[in-house]
């Protein structure tokens, strides 16, 4: 069955579209305004991947960028760069007295006291996965959830989201970034079939992209609207009712840690989103009457010179971070070649950044 989901707006005017929700750089903005991220993630496995999600997310141009790990964790991920902020809150087995009666709402406590400071969180990025880490974040993701903060779930994330779905169904202000493994169990744990790569590359049997999209559309339906973002060959984005894909080039490395420079890029971005529908700066274009839901309906806005609504933005943002990325990758990997590490790509972000969407107040991109 062919999809009649997808986008089929050019890669080009996407972009245009994107640097519309791109904040401008105006004498008259404080420290801030151009983001408050927080990246939780981080334990004794793992201090890679918060630091490039979190380095990503500045490099892009986020202002503040938080990263709240394990207490373990916390001078190691610091020793890698003073611009991050590095708070050792999230508890372990280790930390607590008594690993199988804990209080998971009042050790999330800190870190939700720093909620109400933040524009958006990456909730996963080498988060690992002990049970009572795991515990925590979900009182956070719940709070975060209760106050309509946006948050993309990556990596150990998804685990607490694929144990417990009920926590994030019909929220429509995150993202969720699995890869082909992560998909897989995801998709499992709520009953959706994942077509083999046989299948879809089966003769005679309709479009190759469409088969591939309708899995993640399949399983952004059975999480209630919940925006997918689906890594891979080409990324796939959905909602459920309309999908993008993101084919730009990438490179031919796949080392680990690529996906962290696309959660903290899409840390930025949904910082930036908020700024744009709180009207932070004047973005020329007139207000739209309706939300958009529908395809046609988001598709009309992309198209449009029009402001758009959240629903579109969401999408676009995940597809801007996804071509960021894959970006990075590409240009990484033309000098690195085989030698490609997660650092050359968080090295490459300000140039992706430019080459894709320029400066919003530049002339020659208006
Ligand atoms: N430098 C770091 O600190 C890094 C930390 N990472 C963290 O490591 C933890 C585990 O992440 P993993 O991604 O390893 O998750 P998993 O532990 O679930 O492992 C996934 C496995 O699937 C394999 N795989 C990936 N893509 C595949 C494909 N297309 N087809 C078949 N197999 C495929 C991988 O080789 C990996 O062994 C997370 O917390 C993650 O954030 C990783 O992001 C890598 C970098
Ligand atoms: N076969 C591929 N061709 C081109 N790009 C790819 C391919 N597979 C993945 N990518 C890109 O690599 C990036 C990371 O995706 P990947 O599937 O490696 O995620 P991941 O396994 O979660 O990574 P990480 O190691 O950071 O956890 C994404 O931007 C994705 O678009
Ligand atoms: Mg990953």
Known sequence: MESVHHVTTSSKVLFTRVRKMVPPMLEKFHKGQLGRI??????????????????????????????????????????YSPNLMVHPLLPSTESVKDPNSIDASALAGPIIGMLSRLHALVIGPGLGRDGVTLKVVAEVIKEARSRSIPFVLDADGLMIVT?????????????????????????????????????????????????????????????????????GPHDVISNGVTSIVSDIKGGLKRSGGQGDTLTGSLGTLLAWRMAYHDKLWDSGEQDNAKEAQTRDEVQAELESDKRMSSTTTLLLAAWAGSSLTRECSRKAFETKGRSLQASDLTDEVHGAFLRLIGEPESKTHL
């Open 38 to 79: 927080a990246v939780i993630g981080g334990c004794a496995d793992y201090t890679g991947a918060p630091y490039f999600s979190a380095a990503a997310s500045a490099k892009l141009g986020c202002d503040m960028s938080h990263v709240v790990c394990e207490r373990s964790a916390a001078p190691v991920v610091k020793s």
């Open 163 to 231: 144990e417990d779905p009920n926590l994030i169904k019909g929220y429509k202000e995150c993202i969720l970034t699995p890869n082909v493994v992560e998909f897989g169990r995801l998709a499992k744990a709520l009953g959706v079939k994942v077509a083999s790569q046989a299948e879809i590359t089966q003769e005679g049997n309709g479009d190759k992209t469409s088969k591939e999209s309708a899995a993640c559309e399949e399983l952004s339906k059975a999480l209630g609207g919940v925006t997918i973002l689906q890594k």
